[in-house]
C-alpha cells in the first residue's frame, strides 16, 4: 500500500508533470486564463491518461515491440476522441473555450512518455496510481495558474465577483506573458518549499556530525 501511496504521490509532487518534469507545457499556458478551463483540461487529460495507461498495461505482452509506438498513439487517439466528443455534447461552451487543445492531447508528452516509460512496463495495479497522481497533479497545477490569472486578469473566479469593483483588471495576466510569468512563479515557490523542507534535515545532519566530532575530541 505503502508502494501504491508513493507512486501516486509522486506525480502530485516529487514528479510534477510541469514543476518538475517541465511537459506538456503548451497547453498548459495556453487554456489557464479561466479556472474552468484548467479543470476542464486537467480532468480531461487525467482520462485520457489513465485509460491509455490502463489499457496498454493490460495488453503490454501482445503489443510487439516494433510497432509498439503506433499503437500507443491508436489508444490514446480513440479516448481522446472520446472526452473530445463528450465535452462537445455535454460541455459546448468549455469545448469551445479550450478549442484545439483538447484534441492535441493525442499528442501530448505526459501521456506519451507515461505509457513508454511506465505502462508499457509495468502491471495494471501500478500504473492506475501512476496516472491519477499524475493526471490531478498536472490538474491541480493548471488550476493554481488559472486562479490566479483569472482572478488578478479579471477580479473575479467562475463569473463570481471577488475583488472590488474599484478594482482595474491587469490585462498582463490574461495574455500569454502573464502565463510564463505566473508558471515561474509557481516554479519558484515549489523550489523555495522544497529547500525548506531540505533544510531541517541538513541541520540536523551538521548537528550530528558537530556532536560526534565534539565526543571524539573528548
Known sequence: ??????????????????????????????????????????????FVLLMSELVISIFRKLIPDSIRIPIFIIIIAAFTTVIDYVLKAWFPDLSKAMGVFIPLIVVNCIIMGRVEGFASKQPAGDVIPDALGMGLGYTWVLTGIALVRELLGSGAILGVQILPSSYQPIIFFVLPPGGFFVFALFIAL????????????ADISAAGTHCGAAGGEA
Open 190 to 201: 515549489n523550489l523555495y518549499i522544497k529547500s525548506r523542507l531540505k533544510a531541517p534535515k
Open 1 to 46: 500500500m505503502k508502494r501504491l501511496f508513493r507512486i501516486f504521490t509522486n506525480g502530485l509532487i516529487r514528479e510534477n508533470p510541469l514543476l518538475i518534469l517541465m511537459i506538456g507545457l503548451c497547453s498548459s499556458l495556453a487554456v489557464t486564463t479561466a479556472v474552468v478551463n484548467g479543470i476542464g483540461m486537467g480532468l480531461s487529460m487525467t
